[in-house]
């Protein structure tokens, strides 16, 4: 596999969501620009924290599923319109290929970050978020770790599954989830204060660890799934 395989099948998937496209540079600035509004507007009318937090929140769940939705369209765009064997046409290997999808998932994250990192900034500005700036940037990190977690493992199987197949399994995912966190907090002891004392101690690098390895293994799955399935 060659690096620069992996960056042209990269520079390929931006082109044809049309990524740096001038609607989809628009869209993202305006993201900042309401927050830079809000931000002004909270400070004229001495709206408490809590307002700013919560409107720190919208953006952030926002840019969680836009960012692995925007890496996934092109997916979804070859199995819709059949398109997937136009693969076997194109002189890149099929693991760079992979592995250019799996940078583009990247870049991806990266962008939606940025613009979560920039309307926290706005959001911080003037001390109306009781976190103050650093905990302006927690948003920033929870929402990468969060979408290339996810993003990568759906784009790993869906080299293997359709991609309403693959929603069904995320919802039953996410409810799974929510039953989990319902039963645990039925438990007789304080589980919550438990698991926040070590999350403070390891945070960081349990979630380095996390993304890295979910990441690598969901990109050496979907090129198994992938060298497997015919074009």
């Known amino acids: 596999m060659r690096w620069s395989s992996v960056v042209r099948q990269c520079r390929l998937d931006c082109v044809r969501v049309d ?3 001038l609607s989809n540079m628009l869209f993202m600035l305006l993201l900042p ?3 830079c509004v809000a931000a002004l507007v909270l400070t004229v009318t001495g709206a408490p924290g809590q307002v700013a937090v919560s409107v720190s929140g919208g953006v952030s769940g926002m840019a969680a599923v836009m960012s692995w939705m925007s890496a996934l369209r092109v997916n979804v765009a070859e199995e819709s319109s ?4 136009m693969n076997g046409m194109i002189p890149i290997a099929r693991t760079s290929q992979v592995a250019g999808r ?3 998932l990247l870049v991806t994250c990266a962008m939606w970050t940025v613009d979560v990192m920039a309307c926290s900034v706005f959001l911080a500005f003037g001390d109306m978020m009781d976190s103050g700036w650093a905990g302006a940037m927690i948003p920033s990190a929870v929402i990468f770790a969060f979408s290339l977690i996810v993003g990568s493992i759906l784009m790993a199987f869906s080299y293997r599954f359709t991609f309403r197949a ?3 399994i995320f919802v039953v995912v996410i409810v799974g ?3 989990l966190v319902a039963l645990l907090s039925r438990l007789p002891f304080d589980w919550q204060g438990l698991l926040q004392g070590v999350a403070d101690f390891m945070s960081a690098l349990i979630a380095v660890v996390l993304c890295v390895g979910v990441y690598c293994i969901s990109a050496a799955l979907a090129i198994r799934f992938y060298r497997a399935k015919e074009l």
């Open 102 to 104: 799996f940078l583009f």
């Open 33 to 35: 620009v309401l927050s």
């Open 166 to 168: 693959m929603m069904r």
């Open 82 to 85: 059949g398109h997937r064997a």
């Open 177 to 179: 989830l929510y039953a």
């Open 19 to 21: 990524l740096f496209g």
